[in-house]
């Protein structure tokens, strides 16, 4: 059993308190200070005009007049509501007006079904809720109707684009009567061990739990993550762009570290404007899943294919990774330096200008980054920090710091946190940031924690001297071959995915004689693909054609290269679906729904083993 653990730079308590205080102290003292770029208000469609400031003032003006609004509608201290919408300015208003008004946020992906939404409703007891749209209104009305909640939710489901004017002016009138006295005799009676909010764990395998994280767990995690990466928070004009869904523990977290550090916030509401957002708001840091960096990396190999210019990105990408390997072993070559500063002035350079022209580190969470991509942003000058963590820890427990980044590492466990790898193999974490539990289920969370405080966070890891963790799978889903070889499909499939032309995939094995694997093609990827090659056709004649097989053959040896022979993927078949959140194969988080997809590609499954007797 190993066990590392990073003390606190000073004794100071960061927790003390709640959540709101610092916006409060914030306006106070820097009332006209920029925190937040808003999108302007589009007047036709296509118009993305730019980006209106607002004010440290300004902000908890909108955050008061919408907390009024919910105490007037009857809102008590420790009642949950519901939130569903895409990531915009006024998710973080009515966050932070719940927790002013004693109240608990219910975070759901704005994806979700009406029975994921009835299971969030009926288990946590909300009383209301706040949507985007008039179909989400439907879909929480039906929930409800199907969980019996209708009478909690009576008169308390506002709806944010209703076509009635400004989003939140339906609770800033409903509040009108409220004085500051109240409200901040409401505010100020929430302390550190307040819920803050329920996150329902959007796991591959079965039913979602709600994580009860308190306003303490969120200030530990913020305060950790300021002081173990004070090259992205202490710098004055520090700004971030959110991508990721605020219904994402690690996108909340995000929104309140930088409301807590006075970094500016934006919200990409539409991931197919991130390249124009990224553009117009200029971060300095950027925080996100591995598809998301994926994603940006692919969109650039297809603009150079698409003006000529492929094979001269795939050189760069070559010599970006060379480079950055050459950085671990040592000094890179003069070739290596002289090729980079070479592909610097004609590649990377415009990929630092995609990334807004400021962006001086990436953060990766949530899935494996993989070392080629990982490589290749260090290459280019934008190295991509990997952090680990779990709804249940409040976002990260673990990050890689700029003066200590390992690819393939997801780092040194955070200021006030301890890991240990149990004696079979499992990572356990304690810290200020873990949850108190699961939400009405005493079952799960004495499962999930140990009577000392450690979390049983279900992945397996390893741990070295200098306390670098590195993920090596999910306890629950390893698969064990005929030949009694462990095999992670975690780590398999984060590799396999890295490929620009994979989009999802599944690696099977478990009782089998050898490793498999389902692919997906990624949209965009293949259509670049085929049209450079002058091929056209359904998808489901693309999938078979023998030079796609190859290229994807190319990435299942590169991933084979990672691992031992008897975890190498033997056989795969290219599947002409496409996999995705709303269609019901991944988690909101982008992980494939593992038990799902084994049931239903089942015969698929069969015929990659069919000779194997």
Same mark, same amino acid.
């Given at each position: 059993?190993?066990?590392?653990?990073?003390?606190?730079?000073?004794?100071?308590?960061?927790?003390?308190?709640?959540?709101?205080?610092?916006?409060?102290?914030?306006?106070?003292?820097?009332?006209?200070?920029?925190?937040?770029?808003?999108?302007?208000?589009?007047?036709?469609?296509?118009?993305?005009?730019?980006?209106?400031?607002?004010?440290?003032?300004?902000?908890?003006?909108?955050?008061?007049?919408?907390?009024?609004?919910?105490?007037?509608?009857?809102?008590?201290?420790?009642?949950?509501?519901?939130?569903?919408?895409?990531?915009?300015?006024?998710?973080?208003?009515?966050?932070?007006?719940?927790?002013?008004?004693?109240?608990?946020?219910?975070?759901?992906?704005?994806?979700?079904?009406?029975?994921?939404?009835?299971?969030?409703?009926?288990?946590?007891?909300?009383?209301?809720?706040?949507?985007?749209?008039?179909?989400?209104?439907?879909?929480?009305?039906?929930?409800?109707?199907?969980?019996?909640?209708?009478?909690?939710?009576?008169?308390?489901?506002?709806?944010?684009?209703?076509?009635?004017?400004?989003?939140?002016?339906?609770?800033?009138?409903?509040?009108?009567?409220?004085?500051?006295?109240?409200?901040?005799?409401?505010?100020?009676?929430?302390?550190?061990?307040?819920?803050?909010?329920?996150?329902?764990?959007?796991?591959?395998?079965?039913?979602?739990?709600?994580?009860?994280?308190?306003?303490?767990?969120?200030?530990?995690?913020?305060?950790?993550?300021?002081?173990?990466?004070?090259?992205?928070?202490?710098?004055?004009?520090?700004?971030?762009?959110?991508?990721?869904?605020?219904?994402?523990?690690?996108?909340?977290?995000?929104?309140?570290?930088?409301?807590?550090?006075?970094?500016?916030?934006?919200?990409?509401?539409?991931?197919?404007?991130?390249?124009?957002?990224?553009?117009?708001?200029?971060?300095?840091?950027?925080?996100?899943?591995?598809?998301?960096?994926?994603?940006?990396?692919?969109?650039?190999?297809?603009?150079?294919?698409?003006?000529?210019?492929?094979?001269?990105?795939?050189?760069?990408?070559?010599?970006?990774?060379?480079?950055?390997?050459?950085?671990?072993?040592?000094?890179?070559?003069?070739?290596?330096?002289?090729?980079?500063?070479?592909?610097?002035?004609?590649?990377?350079?415009?990929?630092?200008?995609?990334?807004?022209?400021?962006?001086?580190?990436?953060?990766?969470?949530?899935?494996?980054?993989?070392?080629?991509?990982?490589?290749?942003?260090?290459?280019?000058?934008?190295?991509?920090?990997?952090?680990?963590?779990?709804?249940?820890?409040?976002?990260?427990?673990?990050?890689?710091?700029? $003066?200590?980044? &390992?690819?393939?590492? *997801?780092?040194? @466990?955070?200021?006030?946190?301890? =890991?240990?790898? /149990?004696? !079979? %193999?499992?990572?356990?974490?304690?810290?200020?940031?873990?949850?108190?539990?699961?939400?009405?289920?005493?079952?799960?969370?004495?499962?999930?924690?140990?009577?000392?405080?450690?979390?049983?966070?279900?992945?397996?890891?390893?741990?070295?001297?200098?306390?670098?963790?590195?993920?090596?799978?999910?306890?629950?889903?390893?698969?064990?071959?005929?030949?009694?070889?462990?095999?992670?499909?975690?780590?398999?499939?984060?590799?396999?995915?890295?490929?620009?032309?994979?989009?999802?995939?599944?690696?099977?094995?478990?009782?089998?004689?050898?490793?498999?694997?389902?692919?997906?093609?990624?949209?965009?990827?293949?259509?670049?693909?085929?049209?450079?090659?002058?091929? $056209?056709?359904? &998808?489901?004649?693309? *999938?078979?054609? @023998?030079?796609?097989?190859?290229? =994807?053959?190319? /990435?299942? !040896? %590169?991933?084979?290269?990672?691992?031992?022979?008897?975890?190498?993927?033997?056989?795969?078949?290219?599947?002409?679906?496409?996999?995705?959140?709303?269609?019901?194969?991944?988690?909101?988080?982008?992980?494939?729904?593992?038990?799902?997809?084994?049931?239903?590609?089942?015969?698929?499954?069969?015929?990659?083993?069919?000779?194997?007797?």
């Amino acid at each position: 059993m190993r066990e590392f653990s990073t003390p606190w730079e000073d004794a100071a308590d960061p927790t003390s308190g709640n959540l709101t205080d610092a916006m409060v102290r914030r306006a106070e003292e820097h009332p006209g200070q920029v925190v937040v770029s808003r999108r302007r208000i589009a007047h036709h469609a296509g118009d993305r005009s730019g980006w209106q400031p607002v004010t440290a003032a300004e902000l908890l003006a909108d955050v008061r007049r919408t907390a009024k609004g919910f105490v007037a509608a009857g809102i008590q201290h420790g009642d949950r509501v519901v939130l569903m919408a895409r990531t915009r300015y006024e998710w973080t208003v009515v966050d932070y007006a719940l927790w002013f008004a004693g109240a608990v946020g219910v975070p759901a992906y704005e994806t979700s079904s009406a029975d994921q939404l009835g299971w969030v409703l009926a288990d946590s007891g909300a009383r209301a809720a706040v949507v985007e749209t008039t179909a989400h209104a439907e879909r929480v009305r039906k929930a409800a109707a199907d969980t019996g909640a209708e009478d909690r939710l009576a008169g308390r489901l506002w709806t944010l684009d209703d076509g009635n004017g400004p989003a939140l002016m339906p609770l800033a009138r409903l509040g009108r009567d409220i004085d500051d006295e109240e409200l901040e005799r409401r505010r100020t009676a929430v302390g550190r061990d307040d819920v803050a909010t329920l996150v329902y764990t959007s796991g591959t395998t079965g039913q979602s739990q709600g994580c009860v994280l308190s306003h303490g767990n969120f200030l530990v995690e913020v305060a950790a993550a300021a002081q173990a990466l004070p090259e992205l928070f202490e710098d004055p004009d520090a700004a971030t762009l959110v991508v990721l869904p605020l219904a994402h523990v690690f996108a909340r977290v995000v929104q309140v570290g930088a409301v807590q550090a006075g970094v500016r916030l934006g919200h990409c509401s539409d991931v197919r404007q991130l390249g124009e957002d990224l553009r117009s708001f200029r971060p300095t840091f950027l925080v996100g899943v591995p598809r998301l960096f994926e994603r940006i990396f692919t969109l650039a190999s297809q603009q150079a294919a698409s003006n000529g210019r492929g094979r001269r990105f795939d050189r760069a990408t070559d010599a970006a990774i060379a480079y950055s390997r050459a950085l671990d072993s040592g000094r890179p070559s003069p070739l290596l330096r002289s090729r980079r500063v070479a592909f610097d002035r004609f590649v990377y350079r415009s990929l630092r200008e995609a990334l807004g022209g400021r962006c001086r580190y990436g953060i990766s969470g949530g899935a494996p980054l993989g070392e080629r991509l990982g490589h290749f942003y260090r290459g280019i000058g934008v190295p991509l920090l990997e952090g680990y963590g779990l709804a249940e820890s409040t976002g990260a427990v673990t990050v890689s710091t700029p $003066d200590a980044a &390992r690819v393939g590492s *997801v780092g040194r @466990p955070m200021p006030g946190t301890a =890991v240990r790898i /149990a004696e !079979d %193999g499992e990572i356990l974490v304690r810290g200020g940031q873990v949850m108190g539990g699961y939400w009405n289920d005493r079952v799960a969370s004495a499962a999930a924690l140990t009577p000392d405080g450690w979390l049983r966070t279900g992945d397996l890891g390893e741990i070295d001297a200098l306390g670098h963790l590195s993920v090596t799978g999910r306890a629950r889903e390893m698969l064990v071959t005929t030949s009694g070889k462990n095999v992670s499909p975690a780590l398999l499939e984060g590799w396999l995915a890295s490929h620009p032309l994979v989009g999802a995939c599944l690696v099977v094995g478990d009782g089998r004689p050898y490793v498999a694997a389902l692919v997906t093609l990624d949209r965009d990827a293949v259509t670049s693909w085929a049209a450079e090659r002058g091929l $056209d056709g359904p &998808r489901d004649t693309l *999938v078979r054609h @023998p030079d796609l097989r190859a290229e =994807v053959q190319v /990435a299942v !040896d %590169g991933t084979n290269a990672e691992v031992s022979q008897a975890e190498a993927i033997r056989r795969f078949e290219v599947l002409p679906d496409e996999w995705s959140e709303e269609t019901g194969e991944l988690t909101p988080s982008l992980k494939v729904r593992r038990n799902a997809m084994l049931r239903r590609y089942h015969e698929e499954i069969e015929a990659l083993y069919a000779d194997s007797d």
